[in-house]
C-alpha cells in the first residue's frame, strides 16, 4: 500500500482548492488501500461503533449508514491515519507544515437508498478554530451519476454567515440560536455555482474545506454501492473550541478551549516520525 499520493499534486490543484473550497485529485491511492479499507468497512456494517447512527428510515428505503473515530477500533482505519497518503495530501493542500488528525467518518449508501445528505458545512458541528482545516472524501466503490455523487457550492467556504449545522436525523440537538438555519440550497441552485462530482474511481479523494458548503442525493442505482470514509484534518493554524452545539466526541480529549489540537485523541501525523 502506497504512503506517498501516487500522484504529484499540482500548484493549479492547491489553487482550485483555495479558490472552490474543493478539488478532485485522482489516483492518490492504490488498489490495495482499496480492497484493505473496503473489507473493514463491511466489518463495521455489521459490528458499528458507539457513535454509529442509521440515517435511512421506512420512506427513503434502503440504509444510509454512518460511524465515527473508526481508527479508535480497527486496525485498516489506523493504517490510514498513520501510514497513508492521506496526511501528506493534507499538508500539500492547506500548506500546513504539520498535520494532526482529528477524526474519520464512514457513510454508506447502499443501492435503493432515497435519503440525502442536506446540505451543510463541516465548521459548525466542529470544535475546531482555523483556517487550515480539510477534509479527504475517499470513495471505495466508483461514483456513477446516480449513486450519490458529493455536490458542493463553489467558493462558499468564504461567505461569512455563520451557519448552524444540519442534523442528518431531524432532530434539534444543533440549534445554536447564534447562527442562522442553512438556506434552501435547492430554490438558490440557479444563483450559485454548484458542481457535482458524479464521475469518481477508487482511489480517488474529494479535498473540501470545512466551511464550504456540500451535500449528497441519495443513492438511487439499483446495483452501485456507495461505501466513503471521509478523514478530517488539522493545520498550524487550528486550535480547539467546544461548543455545546458541537457533537460528541468519542472521549475527552484532555485539552482546553484555545488549546492547539495535539492530544491522544488528536495525534500529530505529519511530518512522519
Given amino acids: 500500500m502506497n504512503k506517498h499520493p501516487l500522484q504529484d499534486i499540482s500548484d493549479e490543484e492547491v489553487r482550485t482548492f483555495e479558490e472552490d473550497g474543493v478539488v478532485h485529485l ?6 490495495d488501500w482499496i480492497a484493505h479499507l473496503g473489507a473493514a468497512i463491511d466489518t463495521n456494517l455489521d459490528d458499528a461503533g458507539p457513535l454509529s447512527l442509521e440515517y ?13 473515530f473508526l481508527w479508535k477500533r480497527g486496525k485498516a482505519f489506523r493504517d490510514l491515519v498513520f501510514d497513508s497518503p492521506a496526511a501528506e495530501i493534507a499538508a500539500r493542500m492547506t500548506k500546513s507544515s504539520k498535520i494532526n488528525f482529528f477524526y474519520d467518518q464512514l457513510l454508506v449508501k447502499e443501492p435503493g437508498t432515497n435519503a440525502p445528505t442536506p446540505w451543510h458545512l463541516d465548521e459548525p458541528y466542529w470544535p475546531v478554530k482555523g483556517w487550515q482545516v480539510c477534509s479527504l472524501w475517499l470513495p471505495v466503490d466508483p461514483i456513477v451519476a446516480d ?4 455536490r458542493y457550492v463553489k467558493g462558499s467556504h468564504k461567505w461569512t454567515t455563520p451557519y448552524r449545522a444540519q442534523s442528518f436525523t431531524g432532530d434539534d440537538r444543533f440549534k445554536d440560536p447564534e447562527r442562522v438555519p442553512v438556506p434552501d440550497i435547492e430554490a438558490m441552485a440557479d444563483e450559485l455555482d454548484i458542481i457535482e462530482f458524479g464521475d469518481m474511481a477508487p482511489g480517488d479523494v474529494l479535498v473540501h474545506h470545512m466551511n464550504v458548503m456540500h451535500g ?6 439499483a446495483t452501485h454501492r456507495r461505501r466513503a ?6 493545520g498550524n493554524d487550528a486550535v480547539y473550541d467546544p461548543t ?8 475527552d480529549p484532555g485539552i482546553k478551549s484555545g488549546d492547539a489540537m495535539t492530544c491522544d485523541l488528536f495525534p500529530p501525523v505529519w511530518p512522519r516520525a
Fill in 229 to 234: 470514509l471521509a478523514t478530517r484534518w488539522t
Fill in 147 to 150: 449513486s450519490g455523487g458529493m
Fill in 216 to 221: 449528497s442525493p441519495g443513492n438511487l442505482s
Fill in 56 to 68: 435511512a428510515d421506512e420512506k427513503t428505503g434502503g440504509r444510509y449508514h454512518g460511524d465515527l
Fill in 244 to 251: 455545546p452545539y458541537t457533537f460528541p466526541l468519542i472521549e
Fill in 26 to 31: 485522482r489516483g492518490m491511492f492504490d488498489d
